[in-house]
Nanobody, 127 residues
Framework: QVQLVESGGGLVQAGGSLRLSCAAS????????MGWFRQAPGKAREFVTT???????????YYADSVKGRFTISRDNAKNTVYLQMKSLKPEDTAVYYC?????????????????WGQGTQVTVSS
């Protein structure tokens, strides 16, 4: 089992920045990929970004088009932590943000392919 704990959410004005953190514990050696998803009220959970956790392609990142150029995912393997730096935030970025971990190489943007989830952290962007 892998446990994930997010932190860093909050209220920010449009154009502002926030950094989310996700600390992993437990069987972290089994992690293949970590990512962030978000879910706005009344909407389905959507892919935000992901990072390959280890191996020859460790550090490889992918982003949803809606956040490309504004959000940056990074990792600190020594701390078993993944970060999401969010800049130029927009009201439409308002959502609960979830950290997720996958133990295998599967389609990275499908939430069903992630085995472990954090509890979520609220990000609210005011206009």
């Amino acid at each position: 089992q892998v446990q994930l704990v997010e932190s860093g959410g909050g209220l920010v004005q449009a154009g502002g920045s926030l950094r989310l953190s996700c600390a992993a514990s437990g069987r972290t050696f089994s992690i293949y990929r970590m990512g962030w998803f978000r879910q706005a009220p009344g909407k389905a959970r959507e892919f935000v970004t992901t990072i390959r956790w280890s191996g020859d392609t460790g550090g490889t990142t992918y982003y949803a088009d809606s956040v490309k150029g504004r959000f940056t995912i990074s990792r600190d393997n020594a701390k078993n932590t993944v970060y999401l730096q969010m800049k130029s935030l927009k009201p439409e970025d308002t959502a609960v943000y979830y950290c997720a971990a996958s133990s295998a190489a599967r389609y990275l943007a499908d939430s069903r392919n992630y085995d472990y989830w954090g509890q979520g952290t609220q990000v609210t962007v005011s206009s």
